[in-house]
């Protein structure tokens, strides 16, 4: 939406508070807010106005009861990301996969290719993207014995570490 609706994301927000006649904090009325305290409430509202109309049902139900743009995004990205525990053992069970990949006798480069490329992005959504001279020496590695006179052939004319993986 904006630069300041993402930053109300990231920062978060809080309704403006006021100390009362007995020295406690409460919600400082709407219609006495200052006009930065408005602006930023509108930031807040816009991004999770955003993330709501994003959201299927069953994903809203999870962030429905949020009042901030942070609550929301940081409830959506427990849920869909897991804690940096659980990243860090599915980031190993991925390397794990990718490091164990092998194109199989029966099947296309284009089923093989779509096979690897869905392992990049699961990996990618983790924020850890795998480096495209590892991605190409890992494919050219990984292919049947009867690819080997390709594979001599390409090295030999380009540097694989310059190339890079076309879709």
């Not at 807010?33 to 409430?41: K, L, N």
């Not at 009861?65 to 409830?75: I, N």
């Not at 190993?92 to 480069?109: A, G, Q, V, Y």
């Amino acid at each position: 939406m904006d630069e300041h609706a993402w930053q109300s994301v990231l920062t978060g927000w809080s309704a403006p508070k006021v100390m009362d006649k007995e020295g406690e904090y409460i919600l400082k009325p709407k219609t006495t807010w200052t006009t930065e305290e408005t602006h930023i409430s509108c930031f807040n509202a816009k991004a999770i106005n955003a993330i709501f109309s994003s959201m299927d049902m069953r994903m809203f139900s999870l962030i429905a009861d949020c009042v901030t743009a942070k609550d929301a995004w940081d409830t959506l990205q427990e849920h869909c990301e897991g804690s940096e525990s659980v990243k860090r053992t599915r980031m190993r069970l991925l390397n794990s996969k990718f490091e164990n990949i092998r194109m199989s006798e029966d099947e296309t480069i284009s089923e093989y290719d779509q096979k690897i490329r869905e392992l990049v992005t699961e990996v990618y959504n983790l924020r850890e993207p795998i480096a495209n001279e590892r991605l190409v020496n890992k494919l050219l590695r990984s292919l049947p014995e009867r690819f080997n006179g390709k594979i001599w052939a390409l090295e030999e004319i380009k540097d694989t570490s310059k190339m890079k993986l076309q879709n």
